[in-house]
Nanobody
């Protein structure tokens, strides 16, 4: 299984920013399309953003478009999610996972058979 580790969450005021990181221990991510998902209390997990293995394709949920940016580092070891202009409704546990493909409709993005969900990182947006 491809186990990824998320980090970078925290408590931030509305309008603030956070950068989440997604990394794998011991190997690079350049062969894998990666998706960021989130799950708020009492709600189903939803796709937030994704990036193709080459980095040439990125997609976003409508709720975060224009505020969040997904990227890969040049060493291909880490995928980032830069989150700006955060809102209370962005509060959730954020997860990254290997996905089948980075599709335009985030609702159709799904993990591969060997992608497994990690612990996630908590993001809380509150004044």
């Amino acid at each position: 299984q491809l186990q990824l580790v998320e980090s970078g969450g925290g408590l931030v005021q509305p309008g603030g920013s956070l950068r989440l990181s997604c990394a794998a221990a011991g190997f690079t991510l350049d062969d894998y399309a990666i998706g960021w998902f989130r799950q708020a209390p009492g709600k189903e997990r939803e796709g937030v953003s994704c990036i193709s293995s080459s980095g040439g394709t990125t997609n976003y949920a409508d709720s975060v478009k224009g505020r969040f940016t997904i990227s890969r580092d040049t060493a291909k070891t880490t995928v980032y999610l830069q989150m700006n202009s955060l809102k209370p409704e962005d509060t959730a546990i954020y997860y990254c996972v290997n996905i089948v493909a980075c599709l335009h409709n985030m609702a159709t993005v799904s993990p591969t058979d060997f992608g497994s969900w990690g612990q996630g990182t908590q993001v809380t947006v509150s004044s």
